[in-house]
């Protein structure tokens, strides 16, 4: 069964104080790692896709890297509007259905 | 381009009642999926549609229901709610059936009494 955990559940941040986000993941043929933003009470919003290991996508502070058994979201020098939940979801070859992990709640305290 | 659209955003109903949403994927996106969020188990997957047909379905029971139609809107009815049911409701999608990534709408919050 696909399994995807992100760490930590929660993570609180000075602005300007720089910090990564995980996503492990154990499934059989990775067809896609996606990263999203939620803010409180709305929908997902989509920030990257990875596909191979190695692979790395940037996006203003934010930038995303995927290895073959994790991913992680660099978060430099981050500003309190980038507080938010984000979530990590895995694509794999036999599923059309992406399976999501819990989430990490970042708050970036002024 | 707009983005996916959903409609009600905030719901309230009683349990035993039914419920019918609806989503506007974007413009040229033929599969449309819908999740139930909620914070003990976080983004679980309902269903999935792709020119009119359901092609995936999760773990949840008959009560929840979906359809496409020819436009590529879809609508998800829950019957008999209950309180469990409560829960932010969102809709994701995507340019065709497995591709990989989806764009969900805000959501409508349904709060079951």
């Known amino acids: 069964e696909d399994q995807v955990t992100q760490s930590p559940e929660a993570l609180r941040l000075q602005e300007g104080e720089s910090s990564s986000l995980n996503c492990s993941y154990t499934v059989s043929g990775l067809r896609g790692l996606f990263w999203y933003r939620q803010d409180p009470g709305k929908g997902p919003e989509f920030l990257f896709t990875?596909?191979?290991a190695g692979e790395e996508k940037e996006k203003e502070r934010l930038k995303a890297t995927l290895t073959k058994k994790e991913s992680f979201l660099h978060i430099t020098a981050p500003k309190p509007e980038d507080s938010a939940t984000y979530l990590c979801?895995?694509?794999?070859?036999?599923?059309?259905?992406?399976?999501f992990g819990r989430g990490t709640s970042l708050i970036v305290h002024p | 381009k707009a983005g996916v659209t959903q409609t009600p955003r905030y719901l309230i109903k009683t349990r035993g009642q039914q419920v019918t949403l609806s989503c506007s994927p974007i413009s040229g996106h033929r599969s449309v999926s819908w999740y139930q969020q909620t914070p003990g188990q976080g983004l679980q997957f309902l269903f999935e549609y792709f020119s009119e047909t359901q092609r995936n379905k999760g773990n949840f029971p008959g009560r929840f229901s979906g359809r496409q139609f020819s436009n590529s809107r879809s609508e998800m009815n829950v019957s008999t709610l209950e309180l469990g049911d409560s829960a932010l409701y969102l809709c994701a999608s995507s340019l065709t059936q497995g591709t990989d990534t989806q764009y969900f709408g805000p959501g409508t919050r349904l709060t079951v009494l």
């Open positions: 979801a895995v694509l794999t070859g036999g599923s059309y259905i992406p399976t």
């Open positions: 990875l596909y191979s």
